[in-house]
T-cell receptor
Framework: AQTVTQSQPEMSVQEAETVTLSCTYD???????LFWYKQPPSRQMILVIR??????QNATENRFSVNFQKAAKSFSLKISDSQLGDTAMYFC???????????FGKGTHLIIQP | GAGVSQSPSNKVTEKGKDVELRCDPI?????LYWYRQSLGQGLEFLIY????????KSGLPSDRFSAERTGGSVSTLTIQRTQQEDSAVYLC?????????????FGPGTRLLVL
């Protein structure tokens, strides 16, 4: 079984600032995958970034990067130069190597202030 | 190309009625997933299909819930004798193959309200 914990229900930062969203997880799998999804008010869940647990290098996608600490089971998301369009719910999720569905955290509501 | 589509976008029903929710995955995607998003429970995985087969139905909340997929494409999630606690957003996702390494692409969801 997997669990994902997001301890920040809501965060608010000014436009252009850098913000870090926290996520910890627990899994008994040796091979697993971690994801950050963004859900704007439109409800459409959009993949932000993904990380394979067997890769030591932290994933990066433009302004989005992760700090993956495997021993600590931590997977935080850093958003640089935040933009108004980044305002959304952000969900951390994990899955094992098999065909199970994603296990999601409770989410962090990120608000970017102008 | 077209993404995952779901219908209806919103559904209001009376307690005790049956409802059918539809998901059209991305063309060519063999794996299809159903999730439920509610205020109290967050995002819950319900069931997945590999082709037309659902190997594990244990994630369905009760025997009032059933799902099928035909022709390796469209899937329907049916809730019989709806209860107020079934009110939630039902999300569908698809991926090219099954397996944790695959990215799941989500539809916009169906918001179900049971009165």
């Amino acid at each position: 079984a997997q669990t994902v914990t997001q301890s920040q229900p809501e965060m608010s930062v000014q436009e252009a600032e850098t913000v870090t969203l926290s996520c910890t997880y627990d899994t008994s799998e040796n091979n697993y995958y971690l994801f950050w999804y963004k859900q704007p008010p439109s409800r459409q869940m959009i993949l932000v970034i993904r990380q394979e647990a067997y890769k030591q290098q932290n994933a990066t996608e433009n302004r989005f990067s992760v700090n993956f600490q495997k021993a600590a089971k931590s997977f935080s998301l850093k958003i640089s130069d935040s933009q108004l369009g980044d305002t959304a719910m952000y969900f951390c999720a994990s899955t094992g190597g098999g065909a199970d569905g994603l296990t999601f955290g409770k989410g962090t509501h990120l608000i970017i202030q102008p | 190309g077209a993404g995952v589509s779901q219908s209806p976008s919103n559904k209001v029903t009376e307690k005790g009625k049956d409802v059918e929710l539809r998901c059209d995955p991305i063309s060519g995607h063999t794996a299809l997933y159903w999730y439920r998003q509610s205020l109290g429970q967050g995002l819950e995985f319900l069931i997945y299909f590999q082709g037309n087969s659902a190997p594990d139905k244990s994630g369905l909340p009760s025997d009032r819930f059933s799902a099928e997929r035909t022709g390796g494409s469209v899937s329907t999630l049916t809730i019989q004798r709806t209860q107020q606690e079934d009110s939630a957003v039902y999300l569908c996702a698809s991926s090219p193959l099954s397996g944790g390494q695959e990215t799941q692409y989500f539809g916009p969801g169906t918001r179900l309200l049971v009165l």
